[in-house]
C-alpha cells in the first residue's frame, strides 16, 4: 500500500495558547492557514483532545469552533490538580500544556507535510 | 457631534510584570492627542498575597510596584490629561492613592483628583458568613483571608466622569478597567449590550499587556518577534460605535499581526459566545480581524448580550503549607539517580505528606500530581536532570520534612547530588461562587488626602 499520509505535530498545523481558570485549562488553536484548519476539525475533537490529555483526567473536554478566524477554543475541566493555589506542579497555571497539546499527532498528506516543513510564520 | 475615538493603553499585566513600558505608552498617548492609561495587576491570587501584607503594615496591601509604575508618567500625565486607572489599589486602595498624593507632592505636581472604587471588599463577619453558607463550605471564617467580588465599569466611568484624574481600584474584573473609561468618554447606556460587548473584547485585549503585541507568543525559528527586549505594551483606538483596533507604543520592539491578535482574543475565554464579565455577556462568535497597517489590527464582529444577573467572588484562605525542594544530579546515570533518590523520599515521608515528584529536565510540567505520566516511564536522554520534591500540610513542621530530606541527600545518598534549594510558604486555596448584585455595595468617593 502506497502511504499517502504522515502524522505531523500539531505545531505543524496550528499554533496555540493556554490560559486557567481555577480548575479549567482552555487552550486555543488557531490553523496556520485554511488547509491546515479543515484537517482539525476532522481530527482535533473532544474525544481525541481528552485521550491525549487522559493522565490528568479532564472531567470534560468542549471544543468550540470558530471558523472566521480559523481556529478552535479547548475547555478541559478538571485537568489543573485544582488549579493555581491548590496544584503541586510547579507549573499550577498550566501555562505549558498548550506544548503538550502542540505535541499531538495529527495525519497530513504528505504534500501538505511537505509544504509546511519548516515554515516560519 | 460625535466623540472622538478613545485611546487607551495598558502598560502592565499582572502584578510583577515590566515596569519600564509605560513611557513608551505615554509617550505614544501624548502624540495621538491623549487618552488613558491603564495598568492590571491583579491575578487570581494576587489580592490574597496583598491582604497579607496589609494585615502586617495597615499602610501596605497595594501593588509594591506602585512607585515605578506611576512615578516616572505621573508628570506628563497630568499635564496632557492622560487619566490614570488601575486595579493597583489592590486590597488597600486608600493607602494606595495616599502614595500617589505623596508621589505628586514630592515631584511639585498639581494634587491629582484621585478616585477611589469601594464596595469589592467582603471580609466583614456577616459578608462571610453568607458567603459561606452560599459556597457551602464549612471552612473556619478565621481561616479566610480575603474575600473580594468583581466589580464592574460602572463606578470607575463615574468618578471619571466626575473629573477624577486617577480611578484606584480593588478587585474589578479586568475588562472594565478600559470599559469604564469607554463608557464616560462616549456616554453609553449601561444596557447598551453590543457597544459593552465590544468595549469589554477591546479591554480583554489589553489586559495582559504584551500578551498581544508578540511577547507571550514568541518561538523562535517558528514565529519569531523582534525586540524581545523592549517590547511595546498594547494602546487600543476605539471608536463612538464601539470599533476598534489594537497596536503598539512606539519605537518598540514586538509585533501586532493576526496571529498574534488571535492568540490573546480567545485567552482564557471558555464559550466564545459567552465571555462573562460583571459588565455584559461579550460574544466573539463572529469576529473577524484585520491587519490594517504594520502592527495594527481591527477586530470587528464583536457583539454582547444582557450581563450575568449575579457577581463572582472569590475566596482566598489559608490551607496549610508547601514545601519544596530540590537537587541536581548530571552525567552517568543522572535519571536514574534522581528517580532513585526520590523513590528514597516517597519511601521515609510519603505516608505523612502528600508528595509530587519531578525530574525537571525529563519531564516535570507536563505530569500530573499523582504521577500517572512518570508512571509510564520516559525515555527521552537526560544527563543533567534536578529532583524536585513537593509536598503540602497543614502542620508547618510537618512539611519541613520535605526539604530535610531532600538535604539529607547531601550524604545519604545516591552519590553526586548537589546545588540543594528548599522553600516554604503559606499556601492559600480558593473558592469561588457568584452572589446577587444586591449583596455588594459598590460605590466610590475621592480620596482625602492625609499628610502626615
Known sequence: MIRTTIDLPLHQLAHCRAGDKGNTSNISVIAWDTECFQLLLEQLTETSVATWFGHRHPTRVTRYVLPRIESMNFVLEGILDGGVNDALNLDTHGKGLSFWLLEMPIAAPLQLADRLSNQIY | MTAKNLFVGCATGFSGDRTDGTVPVVDTLIALGGGVLTFETLAERTLALAQIEKRKNPLHGYEPLLDDLVGPVLRRCLDHSIKIVSNFGAANPQAAAQRIYALARVQGLRRPRIAVVHGDDLTQPEQLQSLLKRLGSNIDPARIVSANAYLGAQQISEALQDGADIV???????????????????????????????????????????????????????????????????????????????????????????????????????????????????????????????????????????????????????????????????????????????????????????????????????????????????????????????????????????????????????????????????????????IPRDFVDAGWTIAQEQRT
Open chain 2, 168 to 434: 484606584v481600584t480593588g478587585r474589578v474584573s479586568d475588562p472594565s478597567l478600559t470599559l469604564g473609561p469607554v463608557l464616560a468618554h462616549f456616554g453609553w447606556s449601561l444596557d447598551d449590550w453590543h457597544k459593552l460587548g465590544c468595549g469589554t473584547m477591546a479591554g480583554h485585549m489589553l489586559e495582559c499587556g504584551t500578551q498581544v503585541s508578540g511577547g507571550y507568543f514568541c518561538v523562535p525559528g517558528q514565529k519569531p518577534v523582534e525586540g524581545m527586549d523592549r517590547i511595546g505594551f498594547p494602546i487600543a483606538e476605539i471608536d463612538s460605535q464601539g470599533n476598534f483596533s489594537v497596536f503598539k507604543a512606539a519605537n518598540t520592539g514586538g509585533r501586532v499581526d493576526l496571529r498574534t491578535a488571535k492568540e490573546q482574543l480567545l485567552y482564557e475565554v471558555h464559550d466564545p459566545a459567552s465571555y462573562l464579565t460583571p459588565d455584559v455577556t461579550a460574544d466573539i462568535t463572529n469576529a473577524t480581524i484585520t491587519e490594517t497597517a504594520a502592527n495594527r489590527v481591527r477586530i470587528d464582529g464583536v457583539t454582547g448580550h444582557e450581563r450575568p444577573a449575579e457577581l463572582k467572588v472569590n475566596v482566598c484562605y489559608d490551607n496549610g503549607w508547601l514545601c519544596e525542594a530540590e537537587i541536581s544530579y548530571a552525567g552517568f546515570k543522572a535519571k536514574e539517580r534522581a528517580m532513585l533518590a526520590g523513590d528514597t523520599i516517597r519511601k521515609r515521608i510519603g505516608h505523612l505528606i502528600d508528595l509530587r515528584i519531578d525530574i525537571i529536565g525529563a519531564l516535570s510540567i507536563f505530569g500530573d500530581d499523582a504521577g500517572e505520566l512518570a508512571a509510564k516511564g520516559f525515555n527521552a536522554p537526560a544527563n543533567d536532570v534536578r529532583l524536585r520534591v513537593a509536598g503540602v500540610h497543614m502542620q508547618k513542621e510537618t512539611a519541613e520534612k520535605v526539604s530535610r530530606e531532600v538535604l539529607s541527600l547531601y550524604c545519604c545518598g545516591p552519590a553526586g547530588g548537589g546545588g540543594v534549594r528548599s522553600s516554604i510558604k503559606p499556601r492559600l486555596d480558593t473558592l469561588s461562587c457568584t
